[in-house]
């Protein structure tokens, strides 16, 4: 899998929680301070950003994964491209705060020209005063009406305490009306890929 966005999307922080979470670090390391597995390079540590594909493994419910941080800045495109072709499924960051960006949108042109299955990630939830409906009606727009939300964050903002998922039998009061609409999204995409499934 690669991580692609623009910069400040994220990538390098989840790259950074998954491998802790699968128990290949002991600690979460952070951009701010210098201390990230994939942006090992000096000149990444200084600007805060990455500038190289880097590649890190884990294992997961014993399943081995591949992952490849890439650079969100479009000076270094090339390395997101690049990161691209080794690999099947894109992650597309898309920092919740700032909806969808130029690069956001060249990064996801560059994944669904080589065929690439592509999950979209939403990141910095805790950010304040961020419109959930607003944030897919913009994702829908430019990416395409098959990004369909299948996990849902209970709030934006600090308060944010669980994602929950849409199908799910734990689905709070609060998501209830957005899961229901949702679901029927996502059923309506799958159906319209199979004829005889659309017209039963």
């Avoid at 600690?27 to 390079?41: A, I, P, Q």
């Avoid at 014993?62 to 890439?70: A, C, K």
């Avoid at 690999?87 to 996801?108: K, P």
């Avoid at 897919?136 to 305490?161: M, Y």
Wanted: one cysteine or more; charged letters at 25%.
């Amino acid at each position: 899998m690669t991580l692609i966005g623009s910069g400040g999307s994220g990538k390098t922080t989840l790259a950074e929680t998954l491998l802790h979470h699968c128990k290949v670090t002991t600690r979460k390391g952070s951009v701010e301070e210098k201390n990230t597995l994939t942006d090992w390079d000096e000149e990444e540590k200084e600007r805060q950003h990455s500038i190289l594909a880097t590649p890190v493994h884990m294992r997961w419910d014993g399943r081995h994964i591949n992952l490849i941080d890439t650079p969100g800045a479009l000076d270094y495109i090339g390395e997101a491209v690049c990161g691209l072709a080794a690999s099947e499924t894109a992650i597309l960051c898309i920092n919740a705060h700032d909806g969808v960006s130029v690069a956001t949108r060249r990064l996801f042109r560059a994944a669904r020209d080589l065929g690439m299955a592509c999950v979209i990630a939403i990141t910095r939830l805790e950010f304040d005063n961020v419109d959930a409906h607003a944030l897919v009606d913009q994702i829908q727009s430019t990416i395409g009406e098959r990004a369909v939300p299948i996990n849902l964050p209970d709030t934006f903002g600090h308060d944010v305490s669980q994602v929950v998922d849409i199908f799910g039998d734990d689905v709070p009061e609060n998501l209830q009306e957005a899961a229901a609409k949702y679901r029927q999204q996502v059923t309506d995409r799958v159906v319209e890929c199979d004829d005889d499934l659309l017209e039963s």
